[in-house]
């Protein structure tokens, strides 16, 4: 390990160690009382710095980010996800099992909600279906499905997959066009999916809005995306308050300090006229009330939500066990299913689950 690699490690450890000490002291029985209360007050004292640093820096990377968006145009977004984005199974060779596993149980999860709400001959949207896994995962059923993508390779490969497919019940139908825009008739599906799509939208309101229109009522949204109020990367010694402020973020949108709005990487400059400046696309981490709100508005009501993926995949603790191979990946289910039943922890996971019903018409008939 070079020296480089000993201060990136050593940094967390001593920030940590602060406050683990004057916990020891705290918790020793033979600390007389005045020393006690110097070392509650140094420690709450400790997390405040701490905590006032992270807050101010976790804003300004807001602010920059969301200047960024300033950028964006649609012809960059548009050969973006046509020409340069991969389909899920090209990913799955870039990112390896470990990364695999955590995809595959998003869709699991996505899977089983769309079963539980999907009539028997009922009809399903998978809006921004990508490579069809969630098709994948309901075959046996009797429905019809609607694979709709934006992107001209996902829903190619997506149809020609199917054409492939004979041992199954599911009827298929695979659409390409513009989420915004869906060229289906009012109240004509049954259920929703719309996993990991949102966060990419230039105004996902107008595909909110979209889904409310062609759902039946009592309908159904099945919703995933980043979730703001992820749990802090750092660790709760050191940054007890971050870890509140997420917990209560949830539900309080406006704690939150460290909110992403784009990918980190711009597009490829071969995709922007020469000159230009460098365009990042959207990949904003959303907010359970805020999109609760915004769902409210088209008239569907959030009767559940949640949160997966412990830990996060930008996390040191996601990097150690994916070097650890099947070791690993046996360790990160068991802390899935921890973190999951566990109150407090489980509305911090990394992505963010939500379902909602159409009980009634929008607030109005295009988005406010």
């Given at each position: 390990m070079n020296l480089r690699e000993q201060v990136k490690w050593l940094k967390p450890a001593v920030r940590a160690g602060i406050?683990?000490?004057?916990?020891?002291?705290?918790?020793?029985?033979?600390?007389?009382r005045g020393q006690r209360e110097a070392a509650a007050a140094l420690l709450v004292s400790y997390w405040t710095f701490i905590y006032a640093r992270y807050r101010i820096g976790g804003q300004m990377r807001t602010r920059e980010e969301r200047e960024l968006l300033r950028n964006v145009s649609w012809d960059a977004f548009w050969r973006h996800y046509n020409e340069c984005d991969p389909t899920v199974e090209e990913e799955f060779d870039l990112w390896g099992p470990y990364h695999q596993q955590r995809h595959e149980m998003r869709y699991d999860l996505v899977a089983a909600?769309?079963?539980?709400?999907?009539?028997?001959?009922?009809?399903?949207?998978?809006?921004?279906?990508?490579?069809?896994?969630?098709?994948?995962?309901?075959?046996?059923?009797?429905?019809?499905?609607?694979?709709?993508?934006?992107?001209?390779?996902?829903?190619?490969?997506?149809?020609?997959?199917?054409k492939d497919i004979t041992d199954r019940r599911l009827e298929t139908i695979f659409l390409r066009g513009d989420g915004q825009k869906l060229p289906l008739a009012d109240s004509s599906v049954d259920v929703v999916a719309f996993s990991e799509v949102i966060e990419h939208l230039l105004q996902p309101e107008l595909a909110v809005w979209e889904i409310a229109r062609v759902l039946k009522p009592n309908g159904v949204l099945i919703m995933t995306t980043n979730n703001a109020s992820e749990v802090p990367t750092r660790s709760p010694l050191s940054h007890l308050f971050a870890w509140i402020e997420k917990g209560l973020g949830a539900d309080h949108p406006r704690l939150i300090s460290w909110r992403p709005w784009v990918w980190p990487q711009p597009v490829d400059p071969a995709l922007v006229p020469e000159g230009s400046p460098e365009v990042h696309l959207?990949?904003?981490?959303?907010?359970?009330?805020?999109?609760?709100?915004?769902?409210?508005?088209?008239?569907?009501?959030?009767?559940?939500?949640?949160?997966?993926?412990?830990?996060?995949?930008?996390?040191?603790?996601?990097?150690?066990?994916?070097?650890r191979g099947p070791t690993g990946r046996r360790v990160v289910d068991l802390i899935e299913w921890v973190a999951q039943r566990t109150p407090g922890i489980r509305r911090l996971g990394a992505h963010l689950f939500m379902v909602a019903r159409k009980t009634r018409e929008p607030v109005s008939p295009t988005t406010p």
């Open positions: 406050p683990a000490a004057f916990i020891a002291w705290l918790a020793w029985p033979r600390v007389p909600e769309v079963r539980r709400h999907l009539p028997s001959t009922g009809r399903v949207l998978d809006l921004g279906c990508g490579g069809a896994l969630v098709a994948d995962r309901i075959r046996d059923a009797d429905a019809t499905y609607i694979g709709f993508d934006f992107g001209g390779p996902h829903i190619e490969y997506a149809s020609k997959k199917y959207p990949h904003t981490h959303h907010i359970q009330a805020e999109t609760r709100r915004m769902f409210a508005g088209a008239g569907l009501e959030t009767f559940q939500w949640s949160t997966f993926e412990f830990p996060p995949p930008q996390s040191v603790t996601a990097q150690l066990l994916d070097k």
